[in-house]
């Protein structure tokens, strides 16, 4: 897995123009059936990948914490919602609570998420490929391709099994 990550920023650079007119296409005119292949797509890639080989997300991005996120993790915590974001979070140039710094601070040694049953939604969703109505993020899954090796590898099936015109 060490391999892919060092080269999965520059395959994904060399793909991203690719990626990026096969994506405007997409959006221009999506599949009637696009949820369903790509949540097909989706579960036969995450069938092959762990996971926990890899945590890259959780290592170089941090995710957007909502309220209930905050509500949800400081009562596991057993800590006030304040307390937990005076302690883990600061706020970003768009206004919102993200972590203070990566790698994230509930990852443990063996990639395991401290947190993991009531980590942020944005967490449980990454690397959004399996989302309904796929076509209006991709931009962020062109930014996922150089973070995720499963989402590179669900984009590149992706154009294999789905043909636009």
């Not at 369903?36 to 997300?57: G, P, T, W």
């Not at 307390?83 to 790698?103: A, G, N």
Request: hydrophobic share 35%; net charge positive.
């Amino acid at each position: 897995m060490d391999k892919v990550l060092k080269q999965l920023p520059t395959l994904a650079k060399d793909k991203h123009n690719e990626n990026k007119k096969y994506f405007d296409k997409l959006k221009k005119k999506p599949p009637k059936d696009l949820d369903y292949k790509m949540e097909e797509i989706h579960e036969q890639v995450f069938d092959r990948i762990d996971c926990l080989s890899c945590a890259n997300c959780c290592k170089t991005t941090g995710p957007l914490f909502t309220n209930a996120d905050i509500e949800r993790i400081a009562k596991h915590l057993r800590l006030k919602p304040q307390q937990f974001i005076d302690q883990y979070l600061r706020i970003d140039e768009d206004r919102d609570y993200v972590l203070q710094s990566v790698p994230c601070t509930f990852l443990d040694a063996d990639n395991y998420c401290m947190i993991y049953d009531v980590r942020p939604k944005a967490c449980r969703e990454y690397p959004h490929t399996d989302r309904k109505k796929f076509n209006q993020i991709t931009n962020l899954t062109l930014k996922n391709v150089a973070i995720c090796p499963a989402a590179f590898e669900v984009v590149e099936e992706m154009k294999k099994r789905i043909a636009l015109k």
